[in-house]
Nanobody, 116 residues
Framework: QVQLVESGGGLVQPGGSLRLSCAAI????????MGWYRQAPGKQRELVAT???????SYADSVKGRFTIARDIATNTVWLQMNSLKPEDTAVYYC??????????WGQGTQVTVSS
């Protein structure tokens, strides 16, 4: 199982920005897919953004134009830059990684709260 460590959550006012970071622990060569999911209270976990090792990106419609995903393939690190945050973005954000050869994992989750 891929171990992931996240950081960067917090409390921000509507319209503000936050940057989440996630790094895979251990030696992994070229993790195929890394990304971010979120889960709000009473709701199912949903995809936010993913990025392949070939730099193909995918975003949920609700975050397009506001969130940007980036990766460092060499260090197996992924970031999520979140701008123009809205109260409905409030959730626990989870990092996810899939090596593409049978190993995957989730981060511990980081709380993002958007409130005035």
């Amino acid at each position: 199982q891929v171990q992931l460590v996240e950081s960067g959550g917090g409390l921000v006012q509507p319209g503000g920005s936050l940057r989440l970071s996630c790094a895979a622990i251990g030696s992994y060569h070229n993790i195929y897919l890394m990304g971010w999911y979120r889960q709000a209270p009473g709701k199912q976990r949903e995809l936010v953004a993913t990025m392949t090792s070939g730099e193909s990106k995918s975003y949920a419609d609700s975050v397009k134009g506001r969130f940007t995903i980036a990766r460092d393939i060499a260090t197996n690190t992924v970031w999520l830059q979140m701008n123009s945050l809205k109260p409905e973005d409030t959730a626990v954000y989870y990092c996810n990684a899939d090596t593409g050869w049978g190993e995957s994992g989730w981060g511990q989750g980081t709380q993002v709260t958007v409130s005035s």
